[in-house]
């Protein structure tokens, strides 16, 4: 398996852009997470899908985030419009409800880093 | 979800065992403890993962003491490469919520 796979990699952007970011996760990986981290506020959970329906947003910044899981293979961390506070980077995690090692296995992308000009 | 208590960085030498306390006094009966590792610029990797007693693998070993209140995430003969950060969480099995603390920065010195 390739992992988790995030796209792209590095983003930069003039505020009040919209930014689109995106996350693979790993097959059969039945729930999805998105993080944010920053030197200040470390890793931050943001949102939390399982079977594809989102479960807890409440990490959601505000109005300007949205997240959404159309089908099992594919999530998208949306924000708009942008602003400079939102620079970060955004991890996308996956885990398996029945892996036998136990809860909170999670599997981490590489991660996007968003500089928001 | 259990809070946790970790050091917030370590020194080390090359070839020292380095043991990592992570306290979660408040600990429920079906938690399990997870340990993190994040080298810069990547994402979190999984260590190892324990409930009770001791847990090894082939990178590191986890104590955790009969009341479950902390655990300790031994490293043996680190190395320059083991820099990271080390993250300790508490959760209960099939957990949703995956909360990460401030986690410990461990440099490793030549």
């Known amino acids: 398996d390739a992992g988790v796979i995030q796209s792209p990699r590095h983003e930069v952007t003039e505020m009040g852009q919209e930014v689109t970011l995106r996350c693979k996760p790993i097959?059969?990986?039945?729930?999805l997470f998105w993080y944010r981290q920053t030197m200040m506020r470390g890793l931050e959970l943001l949102i939390y899908?399982?079977?594809?329906?989102?479960?807890?947003d409440s990490g959601m910044p505000e109005d300007r985030f949205s997240a959404k899981m159309p089908n099992a293979s594919f999530s998208t961390l949306k924000i708009q419009p942008s602003e400079p506070r939102d620079s970060a980077v955004y991890f996308c995690?996956?885990?398996?409800?029945?892996?036998?090692?136990?809860?909170?296995?999670?599997?981490f992308g590489a991660g996007s880093r968003l500089t928001v000009l | 979800l259990a809070k946790t208590t970790q050091p917030i960085s370590m020194d080390s030498y090359e070839g020292q065992e380095v043991n990592i306390t992570c306290s979660h006094n408040?600990?429920?009966?079906?938690?399990?403890i997870t340990w993190y590792q994040q080298f810069p610029s990547q994402g979190p990797r999984f260590i190892i993962q324990?409930?009770?007693t001791k847990v090894t693998n082939e990178v590191a070993s986890l104590f955790i003491p009969a009341d479950r209140k902390s655990s300790t995430l031994s490293l043996p003969r680190v190395s320059l490469s083991d820099t990271a950060v080390y993250y300790c969480?508490?959760?209960?099995?099939?957990?949703?919520?995956?909360?990460f603390g401030d986690g410990t920065t461990l440099t490793v010195k030549p």
């Open positions: 995690a996956s885990r398996s409800r029945g892996e036998s090692s136990g809860a909170n296995v999670l599997t």
């Open positions: 097959s059969g990986h039945d729930y």
């Open positions: 899908f399982n079977n594809n329906v989102p479960i807890d």
């Open positions: 408040n600990i429920a009966t079906n938690d399990y």
């Open positions: 324990g409930y009770k």
């Open positions: 969480l508490v959760g209960p099995n099939n957990a949703g919520k995956s909360t």
